[in-house]
């Protein structure tokens, strides 16, 4: 269980040291016109690095039901939860989700870095929205572990 501390508090340290090192204006030019897309990422992170922490304290401390089977969750599970900042990153640029009603003519980032907290926090319901979106606007039928799950 310390190993996975250690590994969430380095993972959260490296995210922030990405946001410091893309707030310095640091990146080469040809990287600069997806940096809202590498803050996507890094938020993304951040929400799965919270959702583990909390899950290491809940089911160590609070329910004492910590098993060893999970130790690989908790190290992919961030990864994941980058992977899905990103993902919703490229869903809103392509307008297949919408965050406002009404077009805005210069949109914050805010809503980007927002719905990407909520991937990285909530990967499991942001890939089963990302089913239906994909079903709903192409026809792709929904996978059999979203068919599965209740």
């Not at 809202?36 to 004492?64: D, E, H, S, W």
Request: hydrophobic letters at 50%; one cysteine or more; a positive charge.
């Amino acid at each position: 269980m310390k190993k996975i501390i250690f590994y969430l508090l380095l993972f959260l340290f490296l995210i922030t040291y990405g946001y410091i090192f893309l707030g310095k204006e640091a990146l080469p030019s040809w990287l600069m016109p997806y940096k809202l897309l590498l803050y996507c990422g890094l938020t993304g992170g951040i929400g799965g690095v919270l959702y583990c922490l909390r899950a290491v304290y809940l089911n160590r401390c609070v329910k004492n039901q910590w098993s060893e089977h999970w130790e690989v969750w908790y190290y992919i599970r961030p990864i994941v939860s980058v992977m899905a900042g990103f993902i919703s990153y490229i869903f809103l640029k392509a307008g297949l989700i919408v965050l406002e009603a009404t077009e805005v003519s210069n949109p914050s980032n805010y809503g980007f870095l927002a719905l990407s907290f909520v991937a990285g926090l909530n990967v499991d319901n942001f890939i089963k929205k990302l089913e239906a979106i994909a079903e709903a606007a192409f026809g792709i039928k929904k996978s059999n572990v979203s068919k599965d799950e209740k």
